[in-house]
């Protein structure tokens, strides 16, 4: 019964930062892994970031250097520290978890990047 809460998106100007927190209800430290996804309108949902339990991470190229993922594992968190926003950043972002039948996944977090 794995529930996971997102928050910290909003509205930001190109150049921008934003920072979105993924609260999850239980030990994020049982998990291997933990990511963040993001969906735009018309588009697939991508993943953007993943981050082990052992602290290793992967981006998606179009955000190497400007995210960066993190957490806190006495907290049950995983951020997204967003740099340097793109009109193209602007998306629904999802943290995800994997779990049987598809994993879990937080109920989104909008971005909009406009100027």
């Known amino acids: 019964q794995v529930q996971l809460v997102e928050s910290g998106g909003g509205l930001v100007q190109p150049g921008g930062s934003l920072r979105l927190s993924c609260a999850a209800s239980?030990?994020?430290?049982?998990?291997?892994?933990m990511g963040w996804y993001r969906q735009a309108p018309g588009k697939q949902r991508e993943l953007v970031a993943r981050?082990?339990?052992?602290?290793?991470?992967l981006y998606d190229a179009a955000v190497k250097g400007r995210f960066i993922i993190s957490r806190d594992n006495a907290k049950n968190t995983v951020y997204l520290q967003m740099n340097s926003l793109k009109y193209e950043d602007a998306a629904v972002y999802y943290c995800?978890?994997?779990?049987?039948?598809?994993?879990?996944w937080g109920q989104g977090t909008q971005v909009t990047v406009s100027s």
């Open positions: 995800y978890a994997p779990g049987p039948v598809g994993g879990y």
């Open positions: 239980g030990s994020i430290f049982a998990f291997n892994y």
């Open positions: 981050i082990s339990s052992g602290g290793s991470t």
